[in-house]
């Protein structure tokens, strides 16, 4: 009998899932489907991570919805019909509900429920994590699903308590909408979410003043409505063509795979392949036109002043073009934007493009904005200022063990995982598509499911030999994390301050977190780390505790 006095006894599980979006929700599913009592516990009141919060206008997904969707029930992707080449936020939101409904999983989820705490004892091999209301869990294994560009990051700002106009934050977006109508709006960031909104909220405002610190490299997403035989054909080979999606870098199908370097053919051919590709719209088409992109700085050169060009050609005043054109990285070494009319936005007579590079923000002001070189009059701001990426989810929670370690400590120098999937001294605790996965550089949902599958077989291996308790070896996570290092210095991706590295926030350590060498190879390593039963894991039983 549990003691009154000591409140309810914690919740029993064999899983704890920290997260109800694209991940958790999957882990439900198939954790569940082991005959595992699992449970997912979500901030959000609703399931969805991402595409729950950020609401903002314009927010869309810059992969194709036949790609960026579960295939692990063929059902479920031959009966949802998407009307867009690209899922709109509120479409795809719509579809993770469905999923939610379809397959039961709303039961086992607990919204409005932040976890605070994590804490595995060594003597019973088990996780106690603690809610912010104070309730305990228990359960053998832990799966973090919390996301990876989910701890939204407002610039610290002096002053912005101050202001008497409303501001936002795109990850943060209110549920009602906002409605810029005869506003003047600033937006301060040039990322995915600044690129998308940027656009549509120019229709709305008075004025729309862009604080642009560093010009990224957007593509035309060309997105338009489903065309219905291309569904069907999709649709006809479901199956085969997610699995030749999985034998790609990028974990998206579809792309003839490139076969010579930029600088073998000439320039006259090569800006044919990059216009041909400009029209078809999409990133992955453009970064596969050569296959030195990305590992070739002269290669990549020719696809970036290409791209410049474009620029220069769309934006009429020839200064806000140069600002806009980036300069100070190769392309596709920071996240490629998708956009519709961005730059030319820029030829709006309501539009104004501002360089805080060299005149800094300074501060919020009580009325707006003051930058090094002069005050500008706002009535609304919106921080499409970013994430703490790929490590903030993690670090926001207190994660330690009844041996001494902890979490922050651990990653003090830059986050350590081995295949991004377990950190070596926190047993049973397991990561969906964080630091040392390719998860970001993919088709996220093909990432989610092939970590989920790939611990949800580890689990399987461990009940089925009455182990209780999965951990990598030191030695395993330091090698892993220096493969990520070696693999990602063998491309021209840290040659650009992105939040792959920590740039994004102050003090954060400059490491290089995802692996970018490519998904079909990971995922081939993985399954080959199984398959010699665990090679670099630890799995032991725990004498104390019944299997
Ligand atoms: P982000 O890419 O990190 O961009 C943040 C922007 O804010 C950058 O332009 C950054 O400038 C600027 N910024 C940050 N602090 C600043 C400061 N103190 N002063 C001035 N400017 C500042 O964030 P995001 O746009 O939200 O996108 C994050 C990621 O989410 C994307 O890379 C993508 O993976 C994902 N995402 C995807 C989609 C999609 O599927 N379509 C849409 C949105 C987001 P610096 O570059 O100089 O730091």
Redesign the pocket.
């Known amino acids: 009998m549990p003691d009154a006095s000591h409140g309810p006894a914690p919740r029993q599980l064999d899983v704890a899932i920290v997260g109800g979006g694209l991940a958790g929700l999957y882990a439900i599913h198939r954790l569940r489907g082991m005959g595992l009592r699992v449970r997912a516990y979500e901030a959000g009141s609703g399931v969805g991570g ?1 595409w729950f919060w ?1 609401r903002y206008p314009g ?5 194709e919805s036949l790609e960026y969707s579960y295939s692990f029930s063929d059902e479920l992707q031959q009966e949802w019909k998407w009307p867009e080449r ?1 899922g709109t936020q509120p479409e795809i939101l719509k579809y993770i509900n469905h999923v939610a409904d379809r397959f039961d999983l709303r039961r086992d989820v607990q919204l409005d429920t932040r976890i605070k705490s994590a804490l595995f004892d060594s003597k019973s091999s088990e996780w106690t994590l603690k809610t912010d209301s104070g309730e305990e869990v228990r359960a053998r294994y832990c799966v973090m699903a919390a996301g990876n ?1 989910s701890t939204p ?1 407002v ?1 610290d ?1 002096k002053g912005i308590h101050d202001f008497k106009g409303k501001w936002y934050h ?2 943060l977006w209110p549920h009602e909408g906002v409605d810029f109508t005869g506003l003047r709006v600033g937006v ?9 909104m940027i656009p549509i909220i120019a229709q709305q405002a008075r004025h729309l003043t862009v ?4 010009a ?1 490299f957007s593509l035309p997403a060309r997105n338009a409505p489903m065309e219905p035989e291309r569904e069907s054909r999709h649709k006809a080979d479901y199956p085969a063509r997610r699995r030749a999606a999985y034998d790609t870098p990028f974990a998206i199908g579809g792309y003839p795979r490139p076969t010579k370097s930029a600088l073998q053919v000439s320039a006259e051919e090569r800006n044919a392949s990059y216009e041909s590709k400009w029209q078809e719209g999409g990133s992955i088409s453009y970064l596969y036109t050569y296959t030195d992109l990305l590992v070739n700085k002269d290669s990549n050169d020719t696809a970036s002043e290409f791209a410049r060009n474009k620029i220069r050609g769309m934006v009429k005043d020839q200064k806000v073009a140069e600002l806009l054109a980036p300069k100070d990285h190769p392309i596709g070494t ?2 490629l ?2 956009d519709t009319n961005y730059y030319e936005t820029y030829n709006r007579p309501n539009v104004s493009l501002v360089d ?2 060299s005149a ?2 300074q501060e919020i002001t009580a009325t707006g904005l003051r930058t090094a070189a002069r005050d500008f009059e706002l009535d609304a701001i919106v ?5 703490d ?1 790929m490590t903030g989810a993690l670090r926001e929670i207190d994660v330690r063990t009844s041996e001494g370690a902890v979490l922050r400590d651990h990653w003090e120098g830059g986050p350590l995982t081995y295949l991004g999937l377990m950190v070596s001294g926190f047993p049973n605790m397991f990561v969906v598509t964080g630091p040392g996965s390719p998860g ?1 550089k993919t088709q996220m949902i093909a990432s989610i499911e092939q970590h989920v599958d790939w611990i949800a077989d580890a689990i399987g291996h461990l009940r089925q030999h009455k182990l209780d308790r999965i951990e990598p070896t030191p030695q395993a996570e330091s090698e892993w994390v220096e493969h990520v290092n070696q693999v990602a210095d063998s491309t021209l991706y840290p040659l650009a ?3 792959y590295m920590g ?2 926030i102050p003090g954060k350590p400059r490491v290089f977190m995802p692996y970018v060498g490519g998904f079909d190879r990971y995922k081939r390593h993985c399954d080959e780390v199984a398959a010699k039963g665990y090679e670099g894991f630890t799995l032991t039983r725990n004498a104390t505790v019944p299997a």
């Open positions: 991402t950020n927010a869309r997904c810059d992969v690209y560009l990051r610039p700002f795109t990850g301060i960031g040039t990322g995915s979410s600044g690129v998308q604080f642009q610190r560093t990224n920071k996240r934007c998708l805080v590079r800094p923000i921080f499409a200022t970013g994430f990426a970001v301050n992105s939040w740039a994004n």
